[in-house]
Every structure is written in structure tokens, then in C-alpha cells.
């Protein structure tokens, strides 16, 4: 019997791996004006962020958070429990790690909002826009995290900045989709009403479409928050500094206690954003 | 000439086609091929097939037909959400497939507005900023449109609701919101595409009274989609009726009901008129008080005291039926006037299950008691009252 018919063929085999590695290196090496300039932006950015994170002292977030949760969910018990909880991560050591964590989640999710609403938007109109996006979407979902931590970190180094790109990259999807979802599925009769009454087209997106699809659109905010918050944990690897690195260096040294305190802090803050921003979002929901 | 003058719409051999392969499909349609045939053969789906009408200004236009028989893409093409394949149409003279983009939506924006089945009300926006919408888009200051959409909402019998939410109407207000947003931009032509058909029929009757009588008020040119003929006739001035995609009819109700251009068209019509579509079976009711020939006059007596009757149905052994007795013939038997046989009335009108109601009006207007049903052996199977057979006609 021959060969080919139990084993893959070897006159088959394509090689990928050298032209991808050949083409980010023919990256670093003659496109790194243009990477400078984009770290040098997003260095600055992260450092306003740190800045405006860092004005807030920690008394002021707990009582901010109690105050919210009052307002929001009207229910005592829960805004006492979410300060608590943050109170312990200050009394656990591990404040000012959380405030590097909620920098890096606060700049990702913007850049990723910036893009992504838009994208959003567009995809949302055309069927070949559509066609082009889902199957990037489908890919930056799926593709391991991990994956393109290597190229991030050939092109733009160790640290924070490669980590916001990273986190961009995996926490983007939810609202691109969301938007779109949102908008396709406002009553096509409101829509025909917006145009018969003589809407431009921006006039329909922006008095009714995006309006109609607000509830859609904010939920799939929530999923890029959750998103960012559990990618920047990963983007430790490449030397994202925050909660992540606790627990890297927990790992490394074997201290269990150490990965532990920095996961629980972890925890405690994405429990905190989700409820938070879903009850914002569910309010906004019942007023519309 | 007058015609001319007075009407405000013209529609002129007006194709819509959904599909690749326009071609073939209008040759074959020049062949006099069928809508069937021509989306076997192409794929082409023949949503209008040269329609040609003229609206006159000021009059309700009531375009008529089943679901999917194009008449709400005509209405659609008259302000432009639907783009027609060929054919044109004049708004005072003017070609609507010809203007440009701008030109659209002014035409919009002042001439025409639009009155949806599901109400396209936008509900994040409250009464008031719905009914406002179109002189927001048409860039009105806010106090102006304000007080301009307060005198819509007034109008349509809303006030005091302009500030409430959308989810806190019924069905019933939700399309007059509908209707006052429509005429706030005190457009010369309102499409109203099904507007009542998503309501309960109270609700129904009541609107289109409101609706004749705004139409009065303000003159409006109405152009009206229905799939009810009752309400066609009732509101059309003239009626145009539809069938894949072409209009088979354009008439006066009166024309149209005693001059039917085909079975079609009759078969439609005769829908109109419940009762002569339903038959005695559908209305008639159990004899409140039915008593045997053998029970006698005592018996009789108990029973219509009980149900509180005036008249009680006699039948025999096996429910033939005998007759009526009334309450003051029944007294007499009891006091010894009379025998109890004959007391029984027997010149009570009777007729069949299966008898249209339309038959029955003559006799119902004499009869002084229900009708009695009865069936080839004579046998009593139901009352037929006048209160039921009024019920069955609106």
C-alpha cells in the first residue's frame, strides 16, 4: 500500500510559519517609524488615564461606588457589600495594582469603543462591509489570546502599551456586533416612518436607529468591559503591570497565597463593573 | 379640463419588479404571462403589474386587497420608500420618480406623510416628541414645533398625554399618535397603509369615524390601504381593488357593489355583508325555556318564572317542535279559560340551520318571538333571536 493513503503527504506540505515570521520581521524592521509614533501616542494616553485614575483617592471610589449602587439598584444591602469588598481589596495590599489594572481596562475599552461603534455602524448598512467584517470578528474571538501577544510584543515591546493593543484586539468584537445586531433589528416600520417623514440618513441613524438600538448597543458595551478586564490579566505575560503581573509572579515563585489575593481582587472588581454598568444599561432601558 | 385640475395623484403604468432577471420577466409579462409562472421561470417577483389611478384631491382613495396583492408597495412608491421599476407618477404634475435627493425629502418633509399598521411609533421618544419628529427633522425651531404638534395632539383627543411614555398607550392611541404626527407637517396627501387593522373592531369603528371627520376638518387627500371591504366602502370616496399586483377594479363603492367587474371582485363585495355569509347555524342559541307537549301548563309556568321568559317552546316525545306559549296564554290555561293544547301558538315562524341570514331580515322585523330552527323532521334545534341576527350584521 503506499504511503500516501495513511499519511498526510509530505510533497503537500506548504511552509507558513518562515514568510509570517518574515514578514514581522520585515515589520519591526522598516515600519518602525510608524510604530514609534503609535507607542509614543498610546504611552501618552495610558499616562493621562494613570493620571485622571490616580486623582481619584481611594476613599472617594468606595463612597462613589456606594453612592452608585444606591442610586442605581435602590437596595442597601448591595451598595454596603460592593464598598466592602473594594475595601478589602485596599486591605489586602492591593490597591494601588487595581488602579494600574482599571488604567489599562479604561484606555482599551475606550480605543475599543472608538472603533468599534463606528464599525458597528457600518457593517450595519452593508451586506459587503458585513461580509468583510464577520469573518475578522470571528477570527479575533477565536484565535487564542496568546497568539498575538507575540507579534504585539515583536512590534511594540514589553509593558503596558503592546498590552492595550492586545486587550483592543480580544475585547472589540462584542460591541462591533452588538451595534450592528442593535441597529438591524429596530422595527423596520420606525425606520420607514424616519424616512417618510423626510430623515436624512444621518437624521434616522442618529434620532432613531442608534436611539432604538441603545439597549443592544450597551450590553454589548458590558461584554467589551468584561472583556478587557479578563485580557488584561492575560497581557501580564507580555508585562502588562496590574493585579496580572500578582499573579504571574505568584506562578513563578509557587507563592499560592500571592495568586489567590491578586484573583479574588480580580473578581471582585469585574463583579463590581458588571452590576454597575448593567444596571446603568437596564435603566436606560426602561426609560426608553 | 375639471378632472384634470382636480386631481392631485397620477398614476401611470406603474411596474414594480423584485429580482436578477428584469428582462425576461417583462417580456414574458408582455406575453400576458401570469405572476406564478414568471417567478417559476426567472425568479422575478411581479409585486406591481401596470397599475394606473388618479386621486382626486381632497377624497379618500381606498386601494383594497388580500396580503400580498401589492397595494402596499403602490403606496409605497408614492412617497418614494419603494424606488418603482418603470411607469410614473404625478404629484400636481410633478414626476416624484425625477426628483433628486433634496427635492425627496422636502417632498416629504411638506407634501406627504405616512400612517403605518404597526404605528412606527419610536419609543424613545415620549407622545409629544413623536408626533414632533417630522418638523424636527424638517429643522423647526422647538417652540414652534412644540405648539404646532400640542394642536395634532389635541386633535386626535391626546391631550394631557403629550409628556407620557409610548409604552403606556393602547393600541387605539398609539395610532393616533400615528395620525397626529402624520398631520403635523400639514402635508397635502396622507398614505395611510393599513392604519386600523391592528386593532380590536370598537376600536376600529370609532377611528374611522375620527378619521372621517378630521378628513372633513382639514380636507386632507387620503390614500387608504385595507384588506376589509366594509371599511373600504365606508371610508372610500372611490375604491380601487387588487389582485397580484394588478388593479382589477376603480369604482364608487356604489359602482363597484352593483356593477362587479368580475367573480373576483363579487366575491369580494359579498364579504361585505355578513349576513349573507353567515347562515342561521352560526347564531342561533338554546331555547331558554323548552317544555314537552305532556308536562301541562304548571310545569310551563315554573320554568318561565325561573328563567324569567315570556314565552316558552314546546316540543313533543321527540323534540318535534309544536309551538310557543306565552306567558298571558298560559295564565289563561291556569285559570280554566282555555284548554292547554290550544293555547299552544303554531303560526310561529320557523326556518333551517342552514338558511343565510339575510333571508331571515323580513321575518325577523314581524316575529314577536324568536325564530325557531328546526331541522327535516321538524325537530327543534335552536332559537334564533332579533338581538342575534342585529349582532351579526355590523
Known amino acids: ?288 | 379640463m375639471t378632472t384634470e385640475n382636480n386631481s392631485i395623484i397620477r398614476v401611470e403604468h406603474l411596474y414594480k419588479l423584485y429580482g436578477m432577471n428584469k428582462e425576461a420577466a417583462r417580456e414574458m409579462l408582455n406575453r400576458g404571462a401570469g405572476k406564478d409562472e414568471i417567478l417559476k421561470k426567472t425568479g422575478v417577483t411581479v409585486a406591481i403589474n401596470d397599475v394606473s389611478f388618479e386621486v382626486e384631491r381632497g377624497k379618500i382613495f381606498v386601494l383594497i386587497g388580500l396580503s400580498g396583492s401589492g397595494k402596499s408597495t403602490v403606496v409605497r412608491c408614492l412617497n418614494r420608500l419603494c424606488r418603482p421599476s418603470s411607469g410614473d407618477i404625478f404629484f400636481e404634475g410633478i414626476n416624484i420618480r425625477e426628483l433628486k435627493k433634496k427635492e425627496l425629502l422636502e417632498f416629504r418633509r411638506s407634501k406627504i406623510s405616512m400612517v403605518f399598521q404597526s404605528f412606527g411609533i419610536m419609543s424613545h421618544r415620549d407622545v409629544l416628541g413623536n408626533v414632533a419628529y417630522g418638523l424636527e427633522v424638517r429643522g423647526l425651531k422647538k417652540a414652534e414645533r412644540e405648539e404646532r404638534s400640542m394642536e395634532m395632539i389635541k386633535m386626535v383627543g391626546l391631550e394631557g398625554w403629550e409628556r407620557k411614555s409610548i409604552d403606556n398607550l393602547s393600541g387605539g392611541m398609539k395610532q393616533r399618535v400615528g395620525i397626529a404626527r402624520a398631520l403635523a407637517n400639514d402635508p397635502d396627501v396622507l398614505l395611510m397603509d393599513e392604519p386600523f387593522s391592528a386593532l380590536d373592531p370598537l376600536v376600529r369603528r370609532d377611528m374611522q369615524f375620527e378619521l372621517l371627520t378630521i378628513q372633513e376638518q382639514l380636507n386632507k387627500t387620503v390614500v387608504f390601504i385595507t384588506h376589509d371591504i366594509n371599511e373600504a366602502f365606508k371610508l372610500g370616496n372611490t375604491v380601487a381593488i387588487m389582485h397580484d399586483g394588478g388593479i382589477i377594479q376603480i369604482d364608487t363603492p356604489e359602482g363597484m357593489a352593483s356593477n362587479p367587474a368580475n367573480d373576483y371582485v363579487e366575491n369580494f363585495i359579498n364579504g361585505a355583508d355578513k349576513t349573507q355569509v353567515y347562515t342561521v347555524k352560526h347564531i342561533m342559541q338554546r331555547p331558554g325555556c323548552l317544555i314537552r307537549s305532556k308536562d301541562g301548563v304548571i310545569n310551563a309556568l315554573k320554568q318561565m318564572r325561573e328563567q324569567g321568559i315570556s314565552s316558552a317552546y314546546v316540543v313533543g316525545e321527540k323534540m318535534e317542535f309544536r309551538g310557543v306559549l306565552t306567558l298571558d296564554k298560559a295564565l289563561r290555561v291556569k285559570a280554566g279559560e282555555i284548554v292547554f293544547l290550544d293555547a299552544i301558538e303554531n303560526d310561529v315562524p320557523t326556518t333551517t340551520a342552514e338558511t343565510q341570514i339575510s333571508e331571515l331580515l323580513p321575518f325577523a322585523a314581524e316575529a314577536r318571538v324568536p325564530i325557531a330552527v328546526v331541522d327535516d323532521k321538524f325537530r327543534l334545534c335552536g332559537i334564533v333571536s332579533k338581538a342575534a341576527i342585529i349582532a351579526s350584521m355590523v
Open chain 1, 1 to 288: 500500500m503506499p504511503d500516501w493513503i495513511t499519511r498526510f503527504p509530505k510533497s503537500l506540505s506548504i511552509n507558513i510559519k518562515d514568510p509570517i515570521d518574515k514578514a514581522i520581521d520585515h515589520m519591526v524592521v522598516n515600519w518602525s517609524p510608524f510604530f514609534d509614533v503609535l507607542k509614543t501616542g498610546l504611552r501618552a494616553f495610558l499616562n493621562l488615564i494613570g493620571f485622571l485614575v490616580n486623582l481619584v483617592p481611594w476613599w472617594l471610589l468606595i463612597i462613589a461606588v456606594f453612592a452608585l449602587t444606591l442610586r442605581m439598584t435602590r437596595k442597601r444591602h448591595k451598595a454596603v457589600l460592593y464598598s466592602l469588598m473594594l475595601l478589602f481589596i485596599g486591605a489586602i495590599g492591593l490597591w494601588d495594582l487595581m488602579y494600574q489594572t482599571l488604567t489599562i481596562v479604561i484606555a482599551s475599552v475606550f480605543i475599543s469603543l472608538l472603533i468599534g461603534f463606528p464599525t458597528g455602524i457600518l457593517i450595519s448598512y452593508g451586506r459587503r462591509a458585513d461580509a468583510i467584517v464577520r469573518p475578522i470578528l470571528d477570527t479575533m474571538q477565536t484565535m487564542p489570546s496568546f497568539v498575538y501577544l507575540i507579534p504585539a510584543v515583536m512590534l511594540l515591546g514589553l509593558g503596558n502599551v503592546p498590552a492595550v493593543i492586545a486587550t483592543t484586539i480580544y475585547a472589540i468584537p462584542p460591541i462591533v456586533r452588538m451595534t450592528s445586531l442593535g441597529i438591524r433589528q429596530v422595527d423596520r416600520e420606525v425606520v420607514e416612518a424616519a424616512t417618510a417623514f423626510g430623515s436624512t440618513r444621518f437624521q434616522a441613524l442618529v434620532k432613531v436607529q442608534i436611539p432604538q438600538a441603545l439597549p443592544t448597543i450597551m450590553s454589548g458595551v458590558n461584554q467589551t468591559i468584561m472583556m478587557a478586564i479578563a485580557m488584561v490579566v492575560t497581557c501580564s505575560m507580555i508585562g502588562a503591570s496590574g493585579l496580572g503581573s500578582e499573579v504571574v509572579t505568584g506562578i513563578n515563585r509557587l507563592e499560592s497565597g500571592r495568586g489567590v489575593a491578586a484573583g479574588a481582587a480580580i473578581v471582585i472588581l469585574a463583579i463590581i463593573i458588571d452590576r454597575l454598568t448593567q444596571s446603568i444599561f437596564k435603566k436606560d432601558g426602561e426609560a426608553s
